[in-house]
Each structure stands twice: as C-alpha cells, then as structure tokens.
C-alpha cells in the first residue's frame, strides 16, 4: 500500500510563489516516473508535471516556464516550486506516479487570490 503526504499549500496572491511536497511510502521511490496533478473545482483532474527517475521533466503547457518540479530520492519526495502563481492555478494538488499508479493522497490546497 503506497501512500503519499502532500503539503506547502495555502493562500496566495497573483504572482506569488509556493512550494508544495509529497513524501511517498515507497520502498524503491527512486526507480519510479513520479508527477504532480491538480484538480480544480468542477474540473476533471489533470496532469501538471512529471520527473523520471532519470530526472527529465515534463510540463502542462499551462505551467511550463512558471513550475518547475524536482525529487529528493533520499527522502522519498517530490516537489513543485511555483511561480508566478495566477488564479487559474486554483486546485487541489496531489502526486502519484508519472501514470496514475497508485491511490491518491489528501492532496493541498492552493488557493490563488486578491
């Protein structure tokens, strides 16, 4: 059973910046594709970046240039670093694999807004 801890959500203004993180219970952490997915009210959950285990990164072109995602195999985490934050970043967000593998953790909230 995977389980994943994500945290660093909160309330921001427009043009601000958070760091989220997502502490995974798996034993080979390091041998997995990991990503980070949002999902913002009455909207379906999309995929916003990934990190092989290689380290090559990929982006949603909504956020590409402003997030950037990166993992500490040592701890078990990923992280998203965003910047330039703007309302329509509003969500939930939540980590899992670079493909859905596992079931979703609590998610954090982000919350952009004057």
């Known amino acids: 059973q995977v389980q994943f801890v994500e945290s660093g959500g909160g309330l921001v203004q427009p043009g601000g910046s958070l760091r989220l993180s997502c502490a995974a219970s798996l034993s080979i952490f390091s041998s997995y594709g990991m990503g980070w997915y949002r999902q913002a009210p009455g909207k379906q959950r999309e995929l916003v970046a990934t990190?092989?285990?290689?380290?090559?990164?990929n982006y949603a072109d909504s956020v590409k240039g402003r997030f950037t995602i990166s993992r500490e195999n040592r701890k078990k985490t990923v992280y998203l670093q965003m910047n330039s934050l703007k309302p329509e970043d509003t969500a939930v967000y939540y980590c899992n694999g670079d493909v859905v593998r596992w079931d979703w953790g609590q998610g954090t909230q982000v919350t952009v807004s004057s």
């Open positions: 990190i092989t285990r290689n380290l090559t990164t």
